[in-house]
Each structure stands twice: as structure tokens, then as C-alpha cells.
């Protein structure tokens, strides 16, 4: 579990956490990609803004039809409340349509996360315009929000947002602490009973084995990021699999700005496939948990991309479209030396 477990100073990114590197079976993604092909992955966890056009074209062909992009920091401070008019923006608006390009459907959450919280001129602002985005198409929890450096103002601005998560009867996507999270987990859920909400409408985020068991038995969704090279690797999520079976257990990526892999959870899927654990099983943690718990928003009809969507990428966004000068829609890239 935790042992020697050495707090970091900072932690920036989701994937600091680690103060080991797990040993990875030696398996390559291509030569075992066969055994999932034709399933079908929902990641309700990513954040597309960060990453590229080969990440969307490898999450589709590796059978990502759906995901979930919460609302995060952007790495850097912010220095003022349009930045986040503009993020939100992206996150209903382009960001969307760029997805819907390569043939997967984007949801997204809305909400001030815990780190930057604690700017607390900003914090009041972003309040106020939360509701703006919250009621629109597509938006199915308020999220990612929780707890950071566990700080009393992380504190006042979680319970306003549980608050406003109640109001819009939406879902809420709790980001757990990296620091102190077995701490911060149980604080998280605690908040969120105390508001009277209901654990079935909450996502518990970054669990870990020290945290699975107690998310589980208060009637909570249990979400798990697979960290490459980091604590949660994919061969221990097998292992929560096989001991605490799939119910309200879901896989992400949080594939970010950081080292991060879109195909967490397809890859994640041949590990447990070949692992034995059922199709069925898998087909729960990695699709349709995350669909049912989200789903409570109204937001979600899986007829939308349960059979694919249609991608016509001569479509365009306020003029733009993801073509470059003289490119013909859907074009696949080659990967010989001569770039046509
Ligand atoms: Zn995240």
C-alpha cells in the first residue's frame, strides 16, 4: 500500500504522486490490441484541450466512442475570470466539435477546481458564473471539485458547489487530494452526506486501495486514474477487480497536460482480459458504470454513440473547421518519412 510514503512538496499535475516506479509486465499495446477489438470505452475522465489529433484518432480506433472532459486548472496561474469564460467555453463549445471530428462523443463537467479555490477574488467570480454553464447541452456533473491542500477556503467553495450541484440536479465528479487522500476522501464524502446528497449521484475520483473499500461501502462511485510509470498502475486496478468485482467501479485516464496515456483504458481492458477477468466485468468498469453514474444528468443518450458517430470532418465551428490548408476530410496520416 503506502509504506515510506514521502509527501510531496508540490503537486501540480495529477501525476506526481508517485515516490516509486512499479515494474511494468513487458506487453506490447499492438500485439495485443486484437483481444478488445469491437469493444466499445467510455472515459469519464480526460482532458482533450491538452491533447492532440493523433490522441483522438488513437482513442477511436482503440474503441473510445464517449468521454468526459472535467473542468481543471490550465498549469499555470490565472490571471483574471475571462480565462475561465474562455475554458468553459472551449469545454461546451470547440472542444466539442473538435471530438465529434474524430468520432467520439464529449461530454464535459463544470466547476471551480479545488486548487484554484484558493484564489479567493477569483474564486468569488467564478461562482457567480458557474450557473452560466452549468444548465448547458452536454454538461453532466459539476466536476472536477474536492479537496487540494484540504484548506478551508477548498472547503467553502466544495460546499457551495455541492450546493449548486444539488440545485441543477446534476452529478458531482469529487477530484481526491494526492496529499493526505485517505484524509481527504473520507472528508469528501462526509461533506458531500452532509449536504444530503445522495451517494449514488457521486463520483469519487483518484482512488487508490487505501480508499476503495470505505468509497464502496458508503454507497459511492468508485472511479480509478490509471498514472502511468506512477502508484496506480493498470496491473494493481486488475487486482481491485478481481477483489472487489465491478460494481460501481470505473476506469480513467485523466490524461492531461502531463505525462499521461489517452489509451489508459483500453489498454487496461487486454490487462484484464488477460488476467481473466470477464468480458462482462469489463465492460462495467470501462464502459457502462461511468455512463449509469453520469447518465442521472439526463445528458447522456447512448444511442448518440453506441454505434458510432458519423464523422463528416468538412464540418465547421464558428467558420473553423480541424482541416488545414487544402486537406482532404478524413484523410488518414501515413507514417512513412514523405508527409503528402
Ligand atoms: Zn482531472
Known sequence: ??????ELEQNPSHFEESEEVVAHTDLSWESHRDLIRGMRFFDPHIHMVSRT????EAMR????????EPAFWVGQPRTGLSTFKDYFSSLVGWERFRSS???IKHYCTIGLNSREANNEPLAEQVMEILPLYLYKEGVVGVGEIGFDDQTAVEEKYYRMQLE???KAQLPVQIHTPHRDKKRGTERS???ALEHGIDPSWVIVDHNNEETVKSVLDQGFWAAFTIYPFTKMSNERMVKIVEQYGPERIMVNSAADWGISDPLAIPKTAVLM????????????VTY???????????QIDVSDFENGLTVDQSQKFNGNTILRGGQEPGAKKTNTLIIK
Open 1 to 6: 500500500m503506502c509504506q515510506n510514503h514521502k
Open 53 to 56: 489529433t493523433d490522441d483522438y
Open 61 to 68: 480506433d482503440a474503441g473510445i466512442v464517449a468521454l468526459i
Open 101 to 103: 471530428q474524430f468520432g
Open 164 to 166: 449548486l450541484a444539488k
Open 189 to 191: 464524502m462526509a461533506i
Open 273 to 284: 482480459k488477460l488476467n481473466g477477468i470477464s468480458d462482462e466485468a469489463i465492460r462495467l
Open 288 to 298: 457502462q458504470n461511468a455512463i449509469d453514474a453520469f447518465a442521472k444528468s439526463g
